[in-house]
């Protein structure tokens, strides 16, 4: 059964393996440049140490300079999803043609042909994940050191979320194909529930996993929090107890590429005079893996679930 | 092998809503026998014989195919049983060649050199791709795989429905081959008469989800006959012989009839019927009185 298996979804693999391919292939070279770069330009003392009259300048131009990079791998993150849409394609193709019949009628029961598609669909899935993962994370190890991994686009394609999602897009996908054995609906609708899952996740849930940091502090001393690399979820001009003041500016929020300072931020309130207090709510980058493995329990338990709940449909309801 | 029954169903119904599919079916194939299964679209066909390969479970009643209960003991039951499904599906990407392959991953019994001749015989290039094949050739190559497990029991359904009439005659041949070979029981349903008659020795004919009559077809077609005489109430012939159907002219009556015994009324012309006309007649009438079993069907 697992030659048949794999036979079945050869052709799914080889397509997502070419994705990965043409990825690397754009990737590993920009990756090794950005890398000499780096360390040319020593700019690992300033992702220690960051000082604006030392760094800005060359931090600066090296990430505008490697910025589509940054852009390669926020759309790359789509890549394992596809992946998954694909490989989820065998096993509704056989519901969907009726192929079904021939193989529940060989020597071989329906819990076995339900087991392997499966099982060889949820390898494969993970398999792109972690190779995508593997290559964001080497290629972008330089932006990471300065930038920090928690804006989305590391933050997506790095860590373990990565694998969550591919195992999601496949549970939607073969769950609504067992329901509704039609391939092409099936697969369409599914990529929809993940596009629609990923952006609440991303825009809304993420920074809610954990309850954020809050730190207030007085503008003008310049002894704020690090935020450089910090997931912020809300940063305003605020009194000395973290209260948002009437008629300041409205939610400051730190932009996921360049670097900003607390000095820095929305360029204002140091001009308010010494008792201007900012407050920020925020992700420290210290909780990356803990956020990970939050996201990571929900999104692929959801996903295995569903794949779960496809092969009992599969196999109690199907003849 | 043993000495159960190919197939035996007692009471057996299959209801999908509130709608049955197939009900009270009680019957049995015996061993070595070539089986139509003869009725119209929806009659319970394609039911009957999903049950019989552990496709669906009943609602109702039992099945037991080769002494055992497919839905239970799939194992006992998928290895001796060679299935054709309507539409004979197959992966249309795969080549002959791993198709062949598939036959031998899946199946313990496999028999390489039954599948090698039947390719051969049929003239197939081993690179071809199923997808590209006639509907035809598709067909065969579905019958290659059923065939080539050894199974003591084939079920083909609908197996000719959209072939060609010369597809249609090469199919049953590669069938009617394989039963003096080998001596397999083979069920095939179908809503085309025609055709069976060369192959089968039994007859099933369902409608409406009922079994309307059961039993060897030479006993079918000897207990059968169609009366004609001058326009009369059938009541009196009624009281002895079953009719089947009847109809009348202005001025003759025509009966067809399950004979008991000889009929003797001099006032009935008796003629031979044939297969077609006798199904036709039991399609034409769907009254539960209809419903009748052979006894000698049963008995063997």
Same mark, same amino acid.
């Given at each position: 059964?697992?030659?048949?298996?794999?036979?079945?979804?050869?052709?799914?693999?080889?397509?997502?393996?070419?994705?990965?391919?043409?990825?690397?292939?754009?990737?590993?070279?920009?990756? $090794?440049?950005?890398?000499?770069?780096?360390?040319?330009?020593?700019?690992?003392?300033?992702?220690?140490?960051?000082?604006?009259?030392?760094?800005?300048?060359?931090?600066?131009?090296?990430?505008?300079?490697?910025?589509?990079?940054?852009?390669?791998?926020?759309?790359?993150?789509?890549?394992?999803?596809?992946?998954?849409?694909?490989?989820?394609?065998?096993?509704?193709?056989?519901?969907?043609?009726?192929?079904?019949?021939?193989?529940?009628?060989?020597?071989?029961?329906?819990?076995?042909?339900?087991?392997?598609?499966?099982?060889?669909?949820?390898?494969?899935?993970?398999?792109?994940?972690?190779?995508?993962?593997?290559?964001?994370?080497?290629?972008?190890?330089?932006?990471?050191?300065?930038?920090?991994?928690?804006?989305?686009?590391?933050?997506?394609?790095?860590?373990?979320?990565?694998?969550?999602?591919?195992?999601?897009?496949?549970?939607?996908?073969?769950?609504?194909?067992?329901?509704?054995?039609?391939?092409?609906?099936?697969?369409?609708?599914?990529?929809?529930?993940?596009?629609?899952?990923?952006?609440?996740?991303?825009?809304?849930?993420?920074?809610?996993?954990?309850?954020?940091?809050?730190?207030?502090?007085?503008?003008?001393?310049?002894?704020?929090?690090?935020?450089?690399?910090?997931?912020?979820?809300?940063?305003?001009?605020?009194?000395?107890?973290?209260?948002?003041?009437?008629?300041?500016?409205?939610?400051?929020?730190?932009?996921?590429?360049?670097?900003?300072?607390?000095?820095?931020?929305?360029?204002?309130?140091?001009?308010?005079?010494?008792?201007?207090?900012?407050?920020?709510?925020?992700?420290?980058?210290?909780?990356?893996?803990?956020?990970?493995? $939050?996201?990571?329990? $929900?999104?692929?338990?959801?996903?295995?679930?569903?794949?779960?709940?496809?092969?009992?449909?599969?196999?109690?309801?199907?003849? | 092998?043993?000495?159960?029954?190919?197939?035996?169903?007692?009471?057996?119904?299959?209801?999908?809503?509130?709608?049955?599919?197939? /009900?009270?079916?009680?019957?049995?194939?015996?061993?070595?026998?070539?089986?139509?299964?003869?009725?119209?679209?929806?009659?319970?066909?394609?039911?009957?014989?999903?049950?019989?390969?552990?496709?669906?479970?009943?609602?109702?009643?039992?099945?037991?195919?080769?002494?055992?209960?497919?839905?239970?003991?799939?194992?006992?039951?998928?290895?001796?049983?060679?299935?054709?499904?309507?539409?004979?599906?197959?992966?249309?990407?795969?080549?002959?060649?791993?198709?062949?392959?598939?036959? /031998?991953?899946?199946?313990?019994?496999?028999?390489?050199?039954?599948?090698?001749?039947?390719?051969?015989?049929?003239?197939?290039?081993? /690179?071809?791709?199923?997808?590209?094949?006639?509907?035809?050739?598709?067909?065969?190559?579905?019958?290659?795989?059923?065939?080539?497990?050894?199974?003591?029991?084939?079920?083909?359904?609908?197996?000719?429905?959209?072939?060609?009439?010369?597809?249609?005659?090469?199919?049953?041949?590669?069938?009617?081959?394989?039963?003096?070979?080998?001596?397999?029981?083979?069920?095939?349903?179908?809503?085309?008469?025609?055709?069976?008659?060369?192959?089968?020795?039994?007859?099933?004919?369902?409608?409406?989800?009922?079994?309307?009559?059961?039993?060897?077809?030479?006993?079918?077609?000897?207990?059968?006959?169609?009366?004609?005489?001058?326009?009369?109430?059938?009541?009196?012939?009624?009281?002895?012989?079953?009719?089947?159907?009847?109809?009348?002219?202005?001025?003759?009556?025509?009966?067809?009839?399950?004979?008991?015994?000889?009929?003797?009324?001099?006032?009935?012309?008796?003629?031979?019927?044939?297969?077609?006309?006798?199904?036709?007649?039991?399609?034409?009438?769907?009254?539960?009185?209809?419903?009748?079993?052979?006894?000698?069907?049963?008995?063997?």
């Amino acid at each position: 059964m697992i030659w048949v298996g794999w036979r079945q979804q050869r052709i799914e693999t080889l397509i997502a393996a070419a994705m990965l391919l043409v990825l690397a292939a754009v990737a590993i070279p920009i990756g $090794i440049h950005m890398a000499s770069v780096y360390s040319h330009e020593g700019l690992a003392a300033c992702a220690r140490n960051y000082t604006p009259a030392a760094c800005g300048i060359p931090v600066g131009s090296f990430l505008i300079r490697f910025t589509g990079l940054n852009l390669l791998f926020t759309w790359s993150t789509l890549l394992p999803a596809l992946a998954a849409l694909l490989l989820a394609a065998p096993f509704v193709l056989d519901l969907d043609n009726g192929t079904y019949r021939l193989y529940w009628t060989q020597s071989i029961t329906r819990r076995r042909w339900i087991v392997t598609k499966l099982t060889l669909s949820v390898a494969a899935s993970v398999a792109v994940a972690a190779s995508l993962i593997a290559l964001a994370t080497w290629s972008r190890a330089p932006l990471d050191h300065l930038n920090g991994r928690m804006s989305t686009n590391s933050y997506d394609t790095e860590g373990i979320v990565p694998v969550a999602y591919a195992l999601f897009v496949l549970g939607v996908a073969v769950a609504i194909g067992a329901l509704w054995r039609r391939t092409v609906p099936a697969l369409l609708v599914a990529f929809a529930v993940y596009v629609v899952g990923r952006v609440f996740m991303d825009s809304w849930l993420r920074q809610r996993l954990l309850s954020p940091v809050k730190t207030t502090w007085l503008a003008a001393s310049g002894s704020g929090p690090n935020l450089n690399q910090a997931l912020v979820i809300n940063q305003f001009i605020s009194d000395k107890n973290g209260h948002q003041l009437a008629g300041s500016a409205g939610p400051c929020i730190r932009t996921s590429s360049g670097l900003l300072t607390h000095t820095s931020v929305c360029g204002q309130p140091l001009a308010r005079g010494a008792h201007v207090y900012m407050t920020a709510l925020y992700q420290p980058a210290s909780r990356f893996w803990e956020l990970q493995g $939050i996201e990571f329990g $929900i999104v692929a338990g959801v996903g295995m679930l569903l794949v779960l709940a496809a092969a009992w449909w599969t196999y109690k309801r199907i003849a | 092998m043993n000495d159960s029954p190919a197939l035996e169903a007692t009471a057996l119904g299959k209801r999908y809503g509130s709608n049955w599919a197939l /009900r009270d079916c009680t019957l049995t194939i015996p061993a070595g026998s070539v089986t139509a299964l003869v009725g119209p679209n929806g009659a319970g066909k394609t039911t009957l014989l999903q049950l019989a390969v552990g496709l669906i479970e009943p609602a109702s009643g039992a099945i037991s195919v080769l002494g055992h209960d497919p839905r239970a003991e799939p194992l006992a039951v998928l290895p001796r049983v060679g299935f054709v499904a309507q539409d004979h599906p197959l992966p249309r990407r795969f080549t002959i060649g791993e198709t062949l392959r598939l036959g /031998r991953e899946l199946n313990s019994s496999w028999d390489d050199a039954i599948a090698e001749r039947r390719v051969d015989e049929l003239g197939l290039s081993r /690179r071809q791709r199923v997808g590209t094949l006639s509907g035809g050739q598709q067909a065969q190559v579905a019958l290659t795989l059923a065939l080539a497990k050894r199974p003591e029991l084939l079920l083909l359904d609908e197996p000719v429905a959209s072939l060609d009439p010369l597809a249609r005659r090469e199919f049953l041949t590669g069938v009617l081959q394989a039963v003096t070979e080998t001596g397999i029981t083979v069920v095939l349903s179908s809503h085309i008469v025609a055709d069976l008659e060369r192959i089968c020795d039994q007859l099933i004919i369902l409608a409406k989800g009922r079994t309307q009559l059961v039993g060897p077809i030479e006993e079918i077609l000897g207990g059968h006959r169609l009366l004609t005489g001058p326009r009369t109430d059938a009541a009196a012939v009624a009281r002895v012989h079953q009719v089947i159907r009847e109809s009348h002219t202005e001025r003759q009556t025509t009966l067809l009839v399950r004979a008991n015994g000889h009929v003797y009324d001099a006032c009935w012309e008796t003629h031979e019927v044939d297969l077609e006309e006798i199904v036709l007649a039991y399609l034409g009438m769907t009254s539960a009185a209809a419903r009748v079993v052979a006894p000698a069907a049963v008995a063997r």
